[in-house]
Nanobody, 123 residues
Framework: QVQLVESGGGLVQAGGSLRLSCEAS??????????MGWYRQAPGKQRELVAV???????VYVDSVKGRFTISRDSAKNTVDLQMSSLQPEDTAVYYC???????????????WGQGTQVTVSS
């Protein structure tokens, strides 16, 4: 089993920045071989990929955050961070940390999930 604990999030004005962090723990699997990333779900919308980084370092961003968000990973600490800049009201959502295996990054359900952290961007 894998546990994901998130921190960060909160309320920020448009144009501001926030940083999300997530730490994974688990003794039965090789976390370093997994992909870790962030997904978000806004009210009335489906959960969507924000950014993911594979065990090999491949990074995928959703188009709407390219150039504004940066994902990073520390494999030694089993952590993944999401630095969010130039935040806009449309970025408002619950952000979830995710750990998964394989390359199906688009699926909003597979893998292990954190409890979610709220990000609210005011205009």
């Amino acid at each position: 089993q894998v546990q994901l604990v998130e921190s960060g999030g909160g309320l920020v004005q448009a144009g501001g920045s926030l940083r999300l962090s997530c730490e994974a723990s688990g003794s039965s699997i090789s976390i370093s071989g997994s992909s870790m990333g962030w997904y978000r779900q806004a009210p009335g919308k489906q959960r969507e990929l924000v950014a993911v980084i594979s065990g090999g370092g491949t990074i995928v961003y959703v188009d709407s955050v390219k150039g504004r968000f940066t994902i990073s990973r520390d494999s030694a600490k089993n952590t993944v961070d999401l630095q969010m800049s130039s935040l806009q009201p449309e970025d408002t959502a619950v952000y979830y940390c995710n750990l998964r295996f394989g390359r199906n990054y688009q699926s909003p359900t597979i893998g292990f999930w954190g409890q979610g952290t709220q990000v609210t961007v005011s205009s």
